[in-house]
């Protein structure tokens, strides 16, 4: 039975649970439910979570750990002397995998028998054919350890599946039992709902900060060993990027960062004027006519997938630039790709998340600071620039952050409208490059994971967000340096 059925079935007790609970709670009362602790659907809610929490938790880490234990106990059915490294183990154990999913589709569609597969040998012609009848493509031949590799795989997972169906289904049963012998009228079933409710709250705002704690410790080992195989001074400090695959890879993280930092600049630069400007005039002075058109309108810039933008980029303001700044007329820009491209074309990108934030903030300053400023005689603007923008102010700095944070993290733009080169250079008309497009560089193709080529990804996405983090921390530093003024 696969997880879906079995997550049915217990929701299928859940919803008898809470019939019966409601029902047993009602006749302890005689139906009066003046009586009774709790509203009635509260019974019903306690007898539905006592079945749903406890199975639930272990369903879900049943399928987390299922793969993970039998995955590793696979894997030591592989001599050592099939492999010397862990990248031709990964390599051996898709095969694995593969070769079982083949299996179990030919199990199941009746191609074969278990007493046939259990009879099966590696290399024959039945083995090879039936593969190919189920669509099994391997990336080598099917020796006897991938075979019985394979099966003890397929096996061991129905076990496993088999056992948790039970577990689950049994724990699902038992929980409805407990729920219902211990409802009456006198037991305190709401309490009991929300507390589970109040753990549901807390597990929710605890997922930012487990989600933060997942990034870090999965960049973590490939950038440790990195590091152990490339010097961290050349990374940091390095002036050349300049990978090879075949040895001798210069690998500075310098020009990735500079061309990241130089297209956000041109990007903020952009999007923060235009965006806080348009969320004055929508807040402050325009009509209501026009905001309910102008506002939904501007933000439909932020529903724009970024390869539109990317294309955008690359063939027509790439094309107009060049016709404004290339060789022909002042000879600044040699190419459509380049730095202002990427940074004119994110920046529109850009607008909306400013925009529409800004907006939302100055439209949570309270009226009567309007008023008492009115009051002693200002003027309008004058209202907006010394009450409105400074009692806005921490939260027009946590959108303007936003806004950082999606151009320093933005990759299609880059890719199609600046350019591959990483360089270090003072000139926005040139081609350059940012961490994010060369991370999936690093990533793509048939790279070798224990190479520093390839790891090198994983150490420029920790860098990335190790200098993410640091914005966050001087933005809170801004905001609540300026929030005192109005506490």
Same mark, same amino acid.
């Given at each position: 039975?696969?997880?879906?059925?079995?997550?049915?079935?217990?929701?299928?007790?859940?919803?008898?649970?809470?019939?019966?609970?409601?029902?047993?709670?009602?006749?302890?009362?005689?139906?009066?439910?003046?009586?009774?602790?709790?509203?009635?659907?509260?019974?019903?809610?306690?007898?539905?979570?006592?079945?749903?929490?406890?199975?639930?938790?272990?369903?879900?880490?049943?399928?987390?750990?299922?793969?993970?234990?039998?995955?590793?106990?696979?894997?030591?059915?592989?001599?050592?002397?099939?492999?010397?490294?862990?990248?031709?183990?990964?390599?051996?154990?898709?095969?694995?995998?593969?070769?079982?999913?083949?299996?179990?589709?030919?199990?199941?569609?009746?191609?074969?028998?278990?007493?046939?597969?259990?009879?099966?040998?590696?290399?024959?012609?039945?083995?090879?054919?039936?593969?190919?009848?189920?669509?099994?493509?391997?990336?080598?031949?099917?020796?006897?350890?991938?075979?019985?590799?394979?099966?003890?795989?397929?096996?061991?997972?129905?076990?496993?599946?088999?056992?948790?169906?039970?577990?689950?289904?049994?724990?699902?049963?038992?929980?409805?039992?407990?729920?219902?012998?211990?409802?009456?009228?006198?037991?305190?079933?709401?309490?009991?709902?929300?507390?589970?409710?109040?753990?549901?709250?807390?597990?929710?705002?605890?997922?930012?900060?487990?989600?933060?704690?997942?990034?870090?410790?999965?960049?973590?080992?490939?950038?440790?060993?990195?590091?152990?195989?490339?010097?961290?001074?050349?990374? *940091? *400090?390095?002036?050349?990027?300049?990978?090879?695959?075949?040895?001798?890879?210069?690998?500075?993280?310098?020009?990735?960062?500079?061309?990241?930092?130089?297209?956000?600049?041109?990007?903020?630069?952009?999007?923060?004027?235009?965006?806080?400007?348009?969320?004055?005039?929508?807040?402050?002075?325009?009509?209501?006519?026009?905001?309910?058109?102008?506002? +939904?309108?501007?933000?439909?810039?932020?529903?724009?997938?970024?390869?539109?933008?990317?294309?955008?980029?690359?063939?027509?303001?790439?094309?107009?630039?060049?016709?404004?700044?290339? +060789?022909?007329?002042?000879?600044?820009?040699?190419?459509?790709?380049?730095?202002?491209?990427?940074?004119?074309?994110?920046?529109?990108?850009?607008?909306?998340?400013?925009?529409?934030?800004?907006?939302?903030?100055?439209?949570?300053? +309270?009226?009567?600071?309007?008023?008492?400023?009115?009051?002693?005689?200002?003027?309008?603007?004058?209202?907006?620039?010394?009450?409105?923008?400074?009692?806005?102010?921490?939260?027009?700095?946590?959108?303007?952050?936003?806004?950082?944070?999606?151009?320093?993290?933005?990759?299609?733009?880059?890719?199609?409208?600046?350019?591959?080169?990483?360089?270090?250079?003072?000139? +926005?008309?040139?081609?350059?490059?940012?961490?994010?497009?060369?991370?999936?560089?690093?990533?793509?193709?048939?790279?070798?994971?224990?190479?520093?080529?390839?790891?090198?990804? *994983?150490?420029?996405?920790?860098?990335?967000?190790?200098?993410?983090?640091?914005?966050?921390?001087?933005?809170?530093?801004?905001?609540?340096?300026?929030?005192?003024?109005?506490?």
């Amino acid at each position: 039975m696969p997880a879906t059925w079995i997550f049915l079935f217990v929701l299928a007790l859940a919803v008898i649970g809470y019939v019966l609970g409601r029902r047993k709670a009602m006749a302890s009362a005689g139906g009066d439910g003046r009586l009774m602790h709790s509203l009635p659907s509260y019974y019903g809610y306690n007898a539905a979570l006592f079945v749903l929490v406890p199975a639930l938790l272990v369903l879900g880490a049943w399928l987390v750990a299922q793969p993970m234990v039998i995955e590793r106990s696979v894997q030591h059915m592989i001599p050592e002397t099939a492999y010397e490294t862990s990248g031709e183990l990964s390599l051996i154990m898709s095969d694995v995998h593969r070769v079982a999913s083949g299996l179990e589709t030919a199990v199941t569609t009746g191609q074969i028998t278990a007493p046939q597969l259990e009879a099966m040998q590696a290399g024959s012609t039945d083995v090879r054919g039936l593969l190919g009848s189920v669509g099994v493509a391997v990336g080598s031949d099917v020796d006897a350890v991938t075979l019985e590799a394979a099966k003890s795989y397929r096996a061991r997972n129905a076990t496993a599946d088999t056992l948790r169906n039970i577990v689950v289904g049994l724990l699902a049963l038992a929980g409805m039992a407990l729920a219902v012998l211990r409802t009456d009228k006198d037991y305190r079933a709401r309490n009991s709902v929300e507390k589970v409710v109040l753990a549901l709250l807390i597990l929710a705002a605890s997922l930012a900060v487990l989600t933060t704690l997942g990034i870090v410790f999965s960049l973590l080992a490939n950038t440790i060993q990195f590091f152990k195989l490339y010097p961290w001074t050349d990374f *940091f *400090f390095g002036t050349t990027w300049a990978p090879s695959f075949g040895g001798g890879s210069e690998l500075g993280i310098l020009p990735l960062f500079w061309g990241t930092f130089y297209i956000s600049l041109i990007a903020l630069a952009v999007a923060v004027p235009i965006g806080l400007f348009a969320a004055v005039y929508l807040s402050e002075y325009a009509p209501k006519s026009v905001r309910s058109f102008a506002k +939904p309108l501007l933000e439909v810039l932020a529903g724009i997938p970024t390869i539109v933008y990317g294309l955008f980029a690359l063939l027509t303001v790439g094309p107009m630039l060049l016709t404004a700044f290339g +060789p022909d007329s002042v000879g600044w820009m040699s190419g459509g790709t380049a730095v202002m491209t990427a940074g004119l074309v994110m920046g529109i990108m850009l607008i909306p998340f400013v925009s529409s934030l800004s907006d939302d903030i100055i439209n949570a300053v +309270p009226q009567s600071m309007r008023d008492g400023s009115y009051g002693l005689g200002a003027t309008k603007s004058e209202t907006v620039k010394q009450v409105i923008l400074p009692a806005a102010l921490p939260g027009i700095v946590g959108a303007v952050l936003l806004a950082a944070s999606r151009a320093i993290g933005e990759t299609m733009i880059v890719v199609l409208g600046a350019g591959a080169a990483a360089r270090l250079s003072m000139n +926005p008309f040139e081609a350059m490059t940012t961490v994010t497009a060369k991370i999936v560089s690093q990533l793509t193709g048939d790279a070798d994971f224990a190479s520093p080529e390839a790891l090198v990804a *994983f150490a420029l996405g920790m860098t990335l967000f190790v200098i993410t983090l640091a914005l966050n921390v001087f933005a809170l530093w801004i905001v609540r340096k300026y929030r005192e003024q109005y506490d």
